[in-house]
């Protein structure tokens, strides 16, 4: 809040947190998006140290929850 309170007030919360599972550890609301990893690795998909980013959805939702 002291840095973010008031100027995204209406987008969804994206943390990134690699301390892996903390996510499960913190409230499942008021959060959307954890991104648990920025060393993954999925065939075919990469940046260009050759990893992606590896991110859990907040209970509930789906991917189709996210599409605008």
């Keep these: 809040d002291l840095y973010l309170k008031g100027y995204f007030d209406d987008?969804?919360?994206?943390?990134s947190c690699r301390k892996w599972p903390a996510w499960a550890e913190w409230p499942?609301?008021?959060?959307t998006i954890w991104q648990y990893s920025d060393v993954g690795e999925v065939k075919g998909a990469a940046n260009e140290e050759?990893?992606?980013d590896l991110d859990v959805?907040?209970?509930g939702l789906s991917v189709d929850d996210?599409?605008?």
């Design 57 to 59: 959805l907040a209970k």
């Design 50 to 52: 050759g990893h992606v």
């Design 28 to 31: 499942q609301e008021g959060w």
């Design 66 to 68: 996210l599409l605008i």
């Design 11 to 15: 987008c969804d919360l994206w943390i």
